[in-house]
């Protein structure tokens, strides 16, 4: 049998695809494997070049093939898919694995430990409470609206919204409709709850975390986006320059260029979804204090005057991705420019 040098691996649930090459890029084999034979398989192999793309079991099989002394390769599932050829089986897919992990231009996604995953998932656990509970209040505000009771729309008017609830036995609101609606108040307060302690836990870990300080001292970033951005980029000088960073979360300009004509429509939005979300936030937050309290900033200030609000916000998000870059890829603490001291 040739020597091994790569193998695309095809993660699955309980039959995985293994596709052997050697250095030439030959096949050598390309077998199924049962979850409980993956391990044992690599064990027996030397060491070799080991890829799979990104999914949700895909950290924790490159550390534990990493443990093994193999060197794992964990790639962005939409740069395989073109490597596909005639159809879609298992087989196909790890051959399409082995083909994608050799071209230089693909940046795998760097392998997470346990703790920053523990990380993200309270990040994406909080998110699913949020959803949830947003659900539920426009559930209660919907069934309500039925009877003629209305409030201001917003979270922050969730108060008014109950307020406007008649007191049990009141004859506008029939019993079994009262019951159900104090069933959703119950579940909205449980969520609420369940929110409120997550964000004490994050704000605890943002305090012994010293990188997450230096970015929550950036403007429009607090303690649950310096968070988010820690537990989702475990390795910043993966990217070469800020702009990369930025147009990893999808803030950049989509390009549609041909020769020296050159077209730029909206942000591509390719990358972490959660991460440009709360860097729009934070955008928006930034801008609309400018608006009302005035900026020293002249850059802040033009921007504003001369681009419409989301235009302003993506523009300031983008400048902001590019500091966190900074930050997290060279050291050093967040300074204000001279025109912002004193702000």
């Known amino acids: 049998m040739s020597e091994i040098a790569t193998i695309g691996l095809d993660l699955a649930k309980q039959v995985f695809q293994a596709h052997g090459a050697d250095a030439q890029g030959y096949t050598v084999f390309n077998r199924k494997l049962r979850r409980g034979e993956v391990l044992p398989f690599f064990e027996k192999l030397p060491p070799c070049i080991v890829g799979m793309e990104a999914c949700g079991s895909a950290h924790y099989w490159a550390r534990e093939i990493s443990a093994l002394g193999h060197e794992v390769r964990i790639l962005p599932a939409q740069y395989v898919k073109p490597f596909v050829i005639r159809g879609k089986t298992d087989a196909t897919d790890a051959i399409a694995i082995s083909k994608a992990m050799k071209h230089a231009d693909i940046r795998p996604v760097p392998v997470k430990t346990a703790a920053q995953q523990a ?94 300080r230096r970015l929550a001292s950036i403007p429009g970033i607090r303690a649950l986006t310096a968070s988010a ?83 302003a916000v993506i523009a300031l998000a983008n400048k902001t991705a590019r500091v966190v870059w900074a930050l997290l890829a060279k050291g050093g603490i967040y300074q204000a420019p001279a025109e912002l001291a004193g702000s």
């Open 119 to 212: 990380a993200a998932m309270v990040l994406h656990t909080r998110t699913f409470f949020v959803r949830q509970r947003v659900n539920a209040v426009n559930a209660l505000r919907g069934y309500m609206a039925e009877f003629g009771l209305v409030a201001d729309k917003g979270i922050a008017n969730f108060r008014k919204l109950v307020a406007a609830l008649p007191e049990r036995g009141d004859p506008r609101l029939p019993a079994p409709a009262r019951l159900l609606l104090d069933e959703i108040l119950a579940e909205i307060e449980t969520l609420t709850a369940r929110i409120q302690r997550m964000d004490e836990q994050i704000a605890d870990h943002a305090k012994q975390d010293e990188d997450i």
């Open 229 to 311: 951005i820690k537990a989702h980029v475990p390795d910043p000088r993966s990217f070469k320059s800020a702009r990369q960073f930025s147009a990893w979360l999808g803030l950049t300009p989509r390009q549609n260029s041909s020769g020296e004509t050159r077209r730029q429509g909206s942000i591509s939005r390719m990358g972490n979804a959660e991460l440009r979300s709360l860097l729009y936030v934070g955008a928006m937050g930034v801008i609309i204090a400018a608006r009302r309290f005035g900026t020293r900033s002249a850059w802040l200030r033009r921007l504003i005057d001369r681009r419409p609000l989301k235009v």
